[in-house]
């Protein structure tokens, strides 16, 4: 039988178990896709900050997935700058997410997404964007699922 998963808006009381997740979303990051992660960023001063000022502000969006009173995994996002060379309008970026890998291919993902997307079309957002590692095909088919499509790609070169 399957545990009954929650979602609902994260609080400052969910700040611990997010930065515990934050930091295994970076480390994973770090191992297979990205060295550049700074895995010290989660638990620093700006990181406590970013994850804090998301939840509180209304500029932010955090949700938690609760397994049996577990926090399992969450998605934060929020408004974002205009880059100035585009058109006048109003951004959001869904920032960071990660759902345990025993909940995934559920369509909690999803539903995370979902949430978010809702959360913008209600504060008059334009445009949403989601940045995915390349090789993380994962990550990227469920955002192309949840409507995301191709906009960027960005090619980087390491020099040393």
């Known amino acids: 039988m399957k545990n ?3 979602i609902r ?3 400052v009381k ?19 896709f990205d060295k550049s992660v700074d895995l010290k960023w989660t638990y620093g ?9 998301r939840v509180v502000k209304r500029n932010g969006f955090v949700e938690v997935v609760a397994c ?28 960071n997410m ?12 999803r539903k995370l997404t979902k949430n978010f997307t809702d959360w913008c079309k209600k504060n008059k957002v334009d445009y949403v964007s989601v ?6 095909k994962q990550a990227v088919d469920m955002y192309k699922k949840s409507g995301f499509k ?3 790609i960005t090619l980087e070169m390491k020099l040393k």
């Open 68 to 95: 049996d009173g577990k926090v399992v995994g969450y998605i934060v996002g929020g408004i974002s700058e205009r880059v100035s060379y585009r058109k006048s309008a109003k951004y959001a970026e869904l920032e």
């Open 9 to 11: 808006k994260a609080t």
């Open 14 to 32: 969910d700040l611990d178990d997010i930065l515990k997740l934050n930091l295994l979303l970076f480390r994973n990051e770090h191992k297979k």
């Open 45 to 53: 001063k700006e990181g406590k900050k970013y994850f804090k000022d």
């Open 4 to 6: 009954k998963t929650t």
């Open 131 to 136: 940045t995915a590692s390349a090789k993380n």
């Open 150 to 152: 191709d906009y960027n």
């Open 98 to 109: 990660l759902l345990d890998s025993k909940f995934r291919g559920q369509g909690i993902g």
